[in-house]
C-alpha cells in the first residue's frame, strides 16, 4: 500500500546574486544538480497527516514535508492522510536543501500514493511556495536556475564526478547570510552561463565555480575557512562552499583520495560524505 521515494541532496556548483529584488529576495543564476546523498521517505495511507523522522527534533509544524503534505492536501481536496516516515542523511540546516528535498520527494510521493493527479506544473508551483530550492529538488537532475531559484532549464547530466562534502559542526541561518550580502557581492550570471556549457566539455578542475554567499559566511563563521583550507590541502579542486554553508565540497580524482579526506576531515571532529552527481528525474 504504502511507498518509498529517494530526496537527493542539491548542490550549488555555481550561486550568482545579481540583486535584490522589490518583494525582499535575491535575483539568482545557479547551476545546480542532485547528489547521490539522499534521505529516504516512506509514505503510508493514514486518516491524518502525520510525520516522523530518524531526527525527532525535526518533527513538527514547521516540518517542510509536513508543510508539503497539507497544501497538497489543500490543492486537492483530498479527504484522507499519510504517515511520513523521513530516514534522514542529509545533513540539516547545511546547505545542501535536505529540507527542500524532503518536501519535494512528498509532493511527488502523495501525489502518487493519494492518486490526486496534479500535473507537474501545478506541483511545481506548490513547490515554490514552499521554499526558493524546492522546485529544483522537485526536477532533479542539473539545471540553470534563475528568478529566486524556482525558475529551471534543465540541462543534460554531469558526467560522473567524485565529491567530497565536508561539514563543521555548526548549523548556518540562509536569510541572515542573504540579509548580510552587500552589493559588492552582486554578479551577472555570467560564470553560470559559461559553466552550463563548460561542464561538458572540460574535468571540474577547469570549471569556473563561484558561490557569492561564500565571502559573507566565512566572515561570521571562519571556522569554513578551515574547512576550505583542509580539502585543498588534501588535494581537491576546485573548492567551494555549498549554499549558504556550512558545508564545503571538493572534487576528487579517485574515491581513494576522496575517502582519505573523508577520513581526515572526521579526525578533526568534522562530518564528511563521499558522493557524486546523480541523474535523477522524477
Ligand atoms: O525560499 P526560502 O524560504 O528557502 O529562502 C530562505 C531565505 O533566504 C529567504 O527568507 C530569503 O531571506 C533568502 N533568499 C533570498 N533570495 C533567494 C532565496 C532565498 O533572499 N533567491
Known sequence: MGLSIPAYAKLNLTLEVLGKRPDGYHELRSLMCSLA????LRLEPAAAIEVRCSLPELVGPGNLA???ALLLRAA???SGGATINIEKR???AAGLGGGSSDAAAT???LNRLWDTGLPGEALQDLAAQLGSDVPFCLAGGT???SGRGEILRPLPPLPPAIILLVRPPIQVSTASVYAALTPDGYGDGAASE???TLAYATPPVDWPLVNALQPVTLRAYPLVGEV???LRELGAAPVLMCGSGPTCFGFFDTAEEAERGARAARDRGWEAWVTGPIDWQP
Open 107 to 109: 509532493l511527488i510521493g
Open 66 to 68: 509536513h508543510r508539503a
Open 194 to 196: 559559461r559553466l552550463a
Open 37 to 40: 546523498l539522499h534521505d529516504t
Open 90 to 92: 542529509i545533513p540539516v
Open 228 to 230: 576550505l583550507e583542509l
Open 143 to 145: 539545471a540553470l536556475a
Open 76 to 78: 486537492t481536496n483530498y
